[in-house]
């Protein structure tokens, strides 16, 4: 397993090679393909939290990556017209109040609504509140939890550079053809225009949609799960910023889907998630043009795309990863992370010698539980309102869930109770604030929130919001906090 060959470029292509150069170094082969005439996707600029640790497991400085593409620092994300028209909540990353080890903080919140405590959940949240007014800084102990906003081909290119640096060799070229070994079935090599060959002894697939070596030659199959998650296209555009850039990405719902907002230092990111069956391209287009700051600085990218996971994304030799592996929307910003996640999976499972079906089978497994907790966190979105207003929202509320999906909502309605199974990406606060916001109202608490006197409940309630909003009031804004820690002063080329 000497030799790794990676098929396709973009975001998927050089995070894996990056991460693979870095960790392996000449223990390995590296090679990439990638045509510059076949486009990228591009489009999945913001991010979560585990992103900051992929760099740092990398070694890469923070001022310096930000710089090189144009990031900004996010907090979380702003819902508008979720719950209803008119209302919006606010899904951030980190903790909020104070858990104990028996019960979350939403129940002592709860006890204290009970009690007459009119303080929305939100003034308990340090990373909501700073986003809310726009505030940002590293804080000791890493107390404040975020991502990045960034441009994925910026982010891309310092990869590259970082790559091929730590001796990933890139090669130029279209792949014509898959060439598979007659006996294993395994993949042979890769056969470029011009009949190249490029011989591997383990392949990944960064292909995208295409998907050339997973499906195309090996015919891995794919699972659709449009039937929960009906968006089927998108249109992505580039505005400049007509304000101060937020340290948060905002995500507008409308009657057949929803809109992205997602400002970097030089621009902004646009985007209109839609599904065709309710809404039309081009009127389509209309709304998004009509809803965007000042004028596009790009053509509109429009992209289709089946919600969906490969039902093997390792298959004999060859690994998918980045869009040839699944797709979900960007609603909860979860491309990226589901190829780092992919990519340090691999490289956990990386074989020496022959490739071992007990680990094929345990990567699948685990890529799949992402999936499924990552998709079932994205239907509630959809199940969870109560939007009727269109045809679209209808749908959405009359369609049947997962088995697993409508055992965490039911277990919320009527305990307040949240688990996190198996590492799963979205912790306990993630679905609560979802949940909440969307209009899940817990018809009980736990009881130990009841030990607490009084008193000693107005106290506790007190000091949480007295600190967030202290800590606040201490933070420099975003935008100067960005420019002094790492400001481009040239803005660079998308």
Request: some cysteine.
């Amino acid at each position: 397993m000497r030799r790794i060959v990676i098929a396709g470029g973009g975001t998927a292509g050089w995070m894996a090679a990056a991460a693979i150069a870095r960790t392996l170094g000449p223990v390995v082969e590296l090679t990439l393909i990638e045509s510059e005439a076949i486009g990228t996707i591009g489009v999945g600029e913001s991010t979560i939290p585990p992103l900051v640790n992929y760099n740092r497991l990398l070694g890469i400085n923070e001022a310096d990556f930000m710089r090189a593409t144009q990031a900004t620092f996010k907090l979380g994300i702003l819902f508008d017209d979720w719950k209803d028209l008119g209302t919006r909540y606010f899904h951030s990353f980190g903790l909020t109040g104070k858990d104990h080890w028996s019960a979350g903080f939403q129940h002592f919140w709860l006890h204290g609504r009970a009690k007459g405590h009119d303080a929305p959940y939100e003034d308990y949240c340090l990373e909501l509140a700073a986003a809310v007014q726009g505030k940002f800084a590293h804080l000791p102990d890493d107390r404040l939890n975020y991502a990045y906003q960034l441009d994925s081909g910026l982010y891309a290119r310092f990869l590259r550079q970082m790559a091929e640096g730590d001796g990933a060799k890139r090669i130029e070229g279209r792949i014509a053809r898959v060439e598979l070994d007659g006996e294993s079935g395994d993949i042979a090599a890769l056969v470029l225009d011009g009949d190249r060959r490029i011989e591997g002894d383990i392949f990944i697939d960064c292909t995208g949609f295409r998907a050339l070596l997973i499906e195309g030659a090996l015919h891995a199959g794919f699972e659709d799960w449009s039937h929960w998650l009906p968006c089927d296209s998108a249109i992505a555009i580039q505005t400049p910023n007509v304000g101060p850039p937020t340290p948060y990405t905002r995500v507008m719902a409308h009657d057949a889907g929803w809109q992205w907002r997602i400002p970097l230092q030089h621009r902004t990111g646009n985007g209109l998630v839609y599904c065709s069956r309710y809404l039309d391209r081009e009127p389509a287009l209309e709304r998004l043009l009509g809803n965007i700051e000042g004028d596009p600085l790009t053509e509109p990218n429009f992209l289709r795309f089946t919600a969906g996971t490969r039902r093997r994304q390792w298959h004999r030799n060859c690994v998918a990863i980045g869009l040839s592996g699944g797709f979900m929307e960007p609603l909860e910003s979860t491309a990226i992370h589901l190829i780092q996640r992919s990519v340090l999976r691999f490289v956990r499972m990386l074989p020496a010698g022959r490739v071992s079906e007990r680990d094929i089978a345990e990567y699948n497994d685990q890529q799949m539980q992402d999936m499924v907790q990552i998709r079932d966190f994205l239907v509630c979105h959809y199940k969870v309102t109560n939007r009727r207003d269109s045809p679209f929202w209808r749908h959405c509320a009359a369609m049947p869930i997962p088995d697993t999906l409508e055992q965490k909502i039911e277990l919320f309605r009527e305990t307040g109770r949240v688990f996190r199974r198996n590492e799963e990406l979205f912790a306990e606060n993630s679905w609560v604030q979802v949940m909440m916001g969307q209009g899940v109202e817990p018809e009980s608490y736990h009881p130990i929130a009841a030990k607490l006197r009084d008193d000693e409940l107005d106290r506790l309630l007190r000091m949480i919001r007295g600190q967030v909003a202290d800590t606040v009031a201490s933070l420099p804004d975003h935008q100067s906090y960005v420019a002094r820690y790492c400001g481009a002063e040239v803005p660079q080329a998308a």
